[in-house]
């Protein structure tokens, strides 16, 4: 019996038609990721509501980070000045702060190690619960840093180290030129230099009590007008935080808007970093202004003549709703 022909030419036909799909399901594949690729490279570049990010600096002195570690770095800021710690002192425990935590409020690390700065209980740095309250353990930070003598002529990574005595003392240097930065805007040294991108004015509604209070636990009571009230002309869901503006006229430094001051610029800044987790809609100091709708733009010249926006010598902030 002549065997069959038709017997190879399927087997070939077979072997061509099962590698047709999978080389498609190879393409789909790959065309789905470069589009994931795309789509996040998308948010990153325009600050898409799905990627709130915020940024220091500008140019190539720049440092990227999310909305809950800018508000962590606030915190951290406010408790040391409000201790009438230096900036530089305000660089060493951001650093600190980076290198332990990334700035995130963990609940767990090396042993018993919890919080922004990975303060162990068992060392007496204090309960879990105090620790992983960002201004406790900001506060135990200073606290520690004080007693370490010329702290703000040392190295930080020595004085840093000194605080925590940690297994990798070296490990804090790297994070100096972005703490740097950090402490500069968040201490209001650097004016305008610190904004976020996010959609939380749409999204997001704040509790305007709940504000005043992350203010007073931040930077004492004597933050607030007096009595903790709204200040003359501020609607229900605003806030008037009074400043004394500065003498001399700010230059770029200050803003480039004459009688702006630090204080105003630490305010107005802590505000911005700390926007998404408040439900914040609009920060405006010094003829400039903020908000989450336009946060794209960054901090921008204010021109609209609007009544809700600040008058000189205060730090005005809109609760969204």
């Known amino acids: 019996m002549v065997p069959s022909l038709s017997r190879p030419s399927s ?19 790959l065309g789905v990721l470069l589009a994931l690729i795309a789509y996040v490279v998308v948010q990153y570049v325009t600050g898409g509501k799905g990627a709130p990010r915020c940024t220091v600096g500008s140019g190539n002195n720049t440092y ?16 040391g000045t409000t201790r009438g710690m230096p900036e530089r002192a305000v660089t060493i425990a951001l650093a600190t702060a980076l290198q332990e935590s990334a700035l995130r409020n963990i609940r767990h690390g090396d042993r018993d190690s919890v919080g922004l700065f990975q303060q162990r209980p068992s060392q007496g740095w204090g309960t879990p619960e105090q620790i992983l309250d960002p201004v406790f353990s900001a506060s135990r930070f200073y606290e520690r840093l004080a007693e370490v003598p010329g702290y703000s002529r040392l190295p930080l990574t020595v004085a840093a180290q000194r605080v925590q005595r940690s297994g990798y003392p070296q490990a804090y240097a790297k994070h100096e030129p972005d703490a740097a930065l950090l402490a500069a805007a968040l201490t209001g040294r650097s004016a305008a230099s610190l904004t976020c991108t996010s959609g939380i004015g749409v999204r997001k509604a704040g509790d305007p009590a709940k504000v005043r209070a992350e203010l007073v636990r ?54 911005v970093a700390q926007a998404d987790a408040l439900g914040l809609a609009e920060v405006s100091y010094a003829g400039r202004v903020w908000s989450a709708e336009r946060s794209a733009e960054g901090w921008r010249t204010d021109e609209s003549g609007e009544p809700g926006r600040a008058r000189a010598g205060e730090v005005r902030i809109r609760v969204a709703q």
């Open 11 to 29: 087997t070939v036909g077979s072997v061509s038609e099962s590698s047709r799909p999978r080389s498609l399901r190879i393409a789909t594949a």
């Open 218 to 271: 931040s930077f004492g009571a004597d933050v607030l007008p007096r009595g903790g009230a709204p200040a003359a002309g501020a609607a229900p869901r605003e806030l008037a935080l009074p400043v004394a503006a500065a003498v001399e006229s700010a230059g770029p430094e200050g803003g480039g808007a004459g009688g702006a001051s630090q204080r105003g610029w630490e305010l107005a800044q802590w505000a």
């Open 64 to 79: 990227r980070f999310t909305p809950e570690q800018a508000a962590n770095a606030a915190t951290i800021s406010a408790v």
